[in-house]
């Protein structure tokens, strides 16, 4: 008899909770944390825990899980021994000790609510390299790029288009959504290029959308107001030495590409200028070319729709992207004043490595 103690029929008899050592508050720990766990290899644990507990068998629980049965009872005995659903989690894994133990969580997303342009920063948000140099100066620990990278991705962040949201909506009017951005037709804009190279673009008070980190699950809102407005900014760039000159103008006239003009000659007394523009209208009034022949200002078309060939287009992109975009400044001159300022901050190497004159393929690369 004794041979044949605890089975029935020739069958081992299943444990019940109580004899595996569950007391009667497993099944109420084990269904909050069911309810909380966000890992999925966590979430597999307690499960089949709570299986167990609910006085399933070991082989019901694995085909309902999908592990394996000493898996299922290993969980089991490292969960008796404390009761407690939260030691479920994976141990530390062996390795090299984590980078930048003092760069925590908290602090990481403390830093990535600040205002970049609040603490001298040239940008309207954060990307990756400016974070790492923030770090580096306030807490003195040097992380590179790609662990940074992966830091912030932990932290559920996301490289994302931000939505726009106005800052006071008006119970009285309308609200009306996207399409005012800072126009990419600056291509069309008074596009010139010279010795030195100039260009407009036009800067809009409504904010262009770019891509930006953001919590996974939140929308990257961007206040506005819902008010627009628009300043046109001529700006040169020396392809040899990398002097730049920038004048701020209310439009984009023949009155206003003329006293860019005078500008230029202020600007570049002595000598010759000669003007590589396209066909816009400012460029081709009959006004404009009489005052740039008294100037002696040279004018040298260029094909159409070759923006490829304009030397100060992508200080133009760069600019929209790391202070227009992805907020409304109080006021559009101060958005011009910000733009201004860091086109005129850059070192004259990183100016001409910006706008690719410093590239082998730069097309008037034999010219200077």
């Known amino acids: 008899?004794?041979?044949?103690?605890?089975?029935i029929g020739g069958m081992r008899k299943a444990k019940s909770p109580s004899e595996r050592g569950f007391d009667r508050y497993d099944k109420r720990r084990l269904t909050g944390a069911l309810r909380r766990v966000t890992d999925a290899r966590t979430y597999r644990r307690v499960q089949a825990i709570l299986l167990v507990a609910q006085g399933r068998t070991v082989a019901e629980v694995a085909q309902i899980t999908g592990a394996q049965p000493w898996s299922i009872y290993a969980w089991v005995r490292v969960y008796l021994q404390t009761h407690r659903p939260d030691r479920m989690g994976d141990a530390p894994r062996?390795?090299?000790p984590r980078v930048a133990e003092t760069l925590t969580e908290a602090r990481l997303v403390r830093e990535f609510r600040r205002?970049?342009?609040?603490?001298?920063?040239?940008?309207?948000?954060?990307?990756?390299?400016?974070?790492?140099?923030?770090?580096?100066?306030?807490y003195g620990v040097?992380?590179?790029?790609?662990t940074l990278r992966r830091r912030v991705r932990d932290l559920d962040l996301r490289w994302k288009r931000p939505r726009d949201v106005y800052a006071t909506k008006d119970p009285n009017r309308a609200q009306k959504k996207g399409g005012l951005f800072v126009a990419s037709n600056a291509y069309r804009s008074?596009?010139?290029?010279c010795f030195p190279t100039p260009d407009a673009t036009i800067l809009r008070w409504f904010p262009p959308l770019r891509y930006a980190w953001g919590f996974r699950g939140e929308q990257t809102p961007v206040k506005i107001t819902g008010q627009n407005a628009k300043r046109v900014l001529f700006g040169t760039i020396d392809p040899r030495?990398?002097?730049?000159?920038?004048?701020?103008?209310?439009r984009q006239r023949q009155e206003d590409f003329q006293a860019f003009l005078r500008e230029l000659r202020r600007r570049y007394p002595g000598?010759?200028?000669?003007?590589?523009?396209d066909k816009a209208p400012c460029h081709q009034a009959v006004r404009s070319q009489q005052l740039a022949a008294r100037l002696d200002i040279l004018p040298l078309w260029l094909p159409k729709q070759c923006p490829e060939l304009n030397a100060e287009d992508p200080l133009w992109k760069e600019l929209k992207r790391l202070i227009a975009a992805n907020r409304q400044f109080r006021t559009l001159d101060r958005e011009a004043d910000y733009a201004e300022r860091w086109l005129l901050g850059?070192?004259?190497?990183?100016?001409?490595?910006?706008?690719?004159?410093?590239?082998?393929?730069?097309w008037l690369k034999a010219f200077l």
Not at 1 to 7: C, K, N, Q, S
Not at 243 to 249: A, E, G, M, Q, T
């Open 190 to 193: 008074g596009r010139c290029c």
């Open 94 to 96: 062996p390795g090299r």
């Open 115 to 138: 205002d970049p342009m609040r603490l001298g920063y040239n940008a309207t948000g954060w990307t990756v390299a400016l974070l790492a140099d923030r770090l580096q100066k306030k």
């Open 346 to 362: 850059l070192s004259p190497t990183e100016a001409l490595r910006k706008a690719g004159i410093l590239s082998d393929d730069f």
């Open 142 to 146: 040097a992380i590179s790029p790609r």
């Open 1 to 7: 008899m004794r041979l044949f103690a605890g089975r």
């Open 241 to 250: 030495t990398g002097h730049r000159v920038v004048l701020r103008r209310p």
């Open 271 to 277: 000598r010759p200028i000669w003007l590589l523009l």
